[in-house]
């Protein structure tokens, strides 16, 4: 078997790693599904290097801004009655 990266699965890759509910995944388990589905390690290397690095992660102050998190600025502390 060859460990020269085939374009087409770095490519596949690559978009996987782009996809915004993977980007909420820890990078193990991304990398242990693309090894499941027959990409090498040197293609995952090869796909992650060609992403930058803010697009790797999540956004966690961009959520808000972009509407991800309202159900949080929506509640209301409980009411004590009495």
């Known amino acids: ?46 796909a992650r290097a060609s992403i930058p690095p803010e697009m790797l992660t999540r956004q966690i102050g961009s959520e808000a801004a972009n509407g991800g998190g309202p159900q949080m600025m929506m509640m209301e502390p409980p009411r004590q009655n009495g």
């Open 1 to 46: 078997m060859s460990d020269s990266p085939r374009s087409d699965m770095v490519e596949a890759a690559r978009k996987f790693m782009l996809t915004p509910k993977v980007r909420e995944t820890p990078f193990e388990e991304q990398r242990d599904f693309l090894l499941g589905k027959g990409v090498t390690d040197a293609e995952i290397t090869e």
